[in-house]
């Protein structure tokens, strides 16, 4: 039997069931694609329809079973209603894959769904792998196969596209022909009731044509195995991904601060990162991004070196590269005489580099310079910026291919990009570069964007996770799923983490007894079931400085909270504030957070996210990406923690989180840090709730408020 991906990629006998000579027709659309002279397939098209003989030029017959021989892939554009009956007899016919064009289904509401799950079902019964439905189709360039609504074929390249967007299906044949984007294979999800991104991105990583996987993900149905299957192949290929959704209308309440900054877009993103993933913001820097990495190499370093025949140019170009994170580094002493040795007087050698207006010279300056940058390790990749006249000179463009050709002939793996400010008279240079496999960008804004994807991002896996005695989940639970303080402070106590001095007390007196044993000041904390924001409700209060003080704090509580016990704490002397904070996404399982905690949680939503285990190293890298991890290193006369010793503490509370299955949410805000001295002086913990789903718990975030 033909295995699904050699009958969807490269099948030897295509079916379309729906098929119709009317031109308006998608079962025209269809035959007329897979037969077209310029597309060049060479496999067999029969079309199925109840009464043809003949459509198109294709043999017809009343049904798949008709059809004489082995059916590799059948194409299905009939109404709705209509396809499980055409799932049941592709199964009947060993047909093994169908691409499911109609839409129709889950996409139009509650009958569409159930109708989506009666195709399901047919098709798990009958051995059938579906494509859809309600998507744009696939295409292979290499064998010419045009199983799409498509116009044409794109030109033959190796950029394979895995979309939700039938548009971007679209797309990619407009690009190719505007600027010879190449592709080698666009495979549409739709719907996604059967193959899905993870299936599919597992076999592009195995395709020897494609070079690069471009993914527009509009839904993500198994996050942790997009995770691991982007991770293995980012290995081999570059992956490039545009996450559309990012911003919903209405975001859900949270009753933590886990739960409120590691949201489904900050996981999403977070996660394709820490699997070596390059993320674009829109769909053309996505088709942009991938066409280059296509073309050059990724960028693996951040210091770039631009020569330009415009000044003004220059500037623009390098504000916009450092506004993205990258760097313009004045060059050494040493490389600015060596260049400036070949420029004119008024030219500019520190970087950018600038040859002026010596026009007949501009082939020899370019050339030079941009030898010189390729040749040089102070920068890691080169920006020729190609300006009207420089342009308009096929010979500039020449010396620039001439340079990157060199560069790959010595292993160099550094990259070259044009930033191109030209009019339409200048674009047979254009697409003479890009065919030599040097990409341009329309303008410095482009060319900073598309830079800035290109740059290679570090593979993170996730930690092995360690052996540990069992996490006993204890009974101490209120109605919404929280520990109570002191189950979550004993918690984290058994398991050697650094918690503040606690005792929970029941009455005013036995409060203040308590505090004068455990030394002032004293914080204490009212206890009550559902209390989430215990500041918010006035359920705190800090520098009680005798047991006067403990007991009336105690006796407020009971006057407007109701009768309870409190957590009575010794309060910690002044330090950095952080937080740290765990949970389990219903799609990417177990994930951990690190930011600037105390009221800075909510001020600067500055926080870093992994998915989890991780180890030491891998938690050290999230405290850089901080906006403000600046604190962290000291100001203002307070020492700098400790980032090593706090990294430790980052992996050793994602692998404890790990090992306690039946914990669903955890936050730890503030830990008071001073040094390499770390105190957990708040903690708040939830458990999963049995009855529910993870998808369903994550939905119930807000039940606390």
Known sequence: MTDWQDALFAPRRVAVVGASASPRKAGALFLRNLTALEAGFEGEVVAIHPSASELLGCPAYPSLAAVPGPVDLA??????????NVIADCGAAGVPVAIVISGGFAETGRRGVELQREVAGMAAARGVRILGPNCFGVINTACGLNG???IGLPSRGGISLLTQSGAYGMAAYGRSTDDGTGFAKIVA????????DVELLEFLGRDPETRVVAMLLES????????????AVATRKPIVALKTGRHPDAQRAAASHTAALSGD???IFAALRQAGVHLVEDGLAL????????????????NIGIVTNSGGTGVELTDLLESKGLAVPALSPGLQAKIASQLPPQGSAVNPIDVATDWERFAAMYEFAVEALMTSEEVDAVVPVLLQRSALMPEVGDVVIAASARARERGSLKPIHVCWVAPRSADANRKKLQAAGVPCHAWPGATATILAGAVSRPLRPL???SAREPILQPAAVDDAGWLTSAAAFSLLQQSGFPVARWMVVTDPAAAAAAAAKMQFPVVLKAERPKLAHKSDAGAVRLGLTDGAAVAEAFEDFSRRLGAGPALLQRQEGPGVELILGARRDPLFGPIVMAGLGGVWTEVLDDVALRLAPIDADEARTMLDELKGHK????FRGRPPIDLIRFARLIGDLSQWFCAAAWLSELDLNPIIANGDDFTIVDARMRVVNSSRSLEQEGRDHGDAH
Do not use: H
């Open 75 to 84: 194409i299905v554009v009939t109404p709705p209603a209509a396809v499980p």
């Open 148 to 150: 799409s609504l498509s």
């Open 189 to 196: 999800l739709g719907n996604k009731l059967d193959l899905d």
């Open 220 to 231: 993500i149905s198994d996050g942790r195995g997009l995770f691991e299957a982007a991770a």
């Open 265 to 267: 877009a900050a996981v």
């Open 287 to 302: 088709l942009d991004v991938a066409a280059s990495l296509d073309r050059q190499p990724p960028l693996r370093g951040r």
């Open 463 to 465: 930690a092995r996770l």
């Open 631 to 634: 604190v962290l290193a000291g």
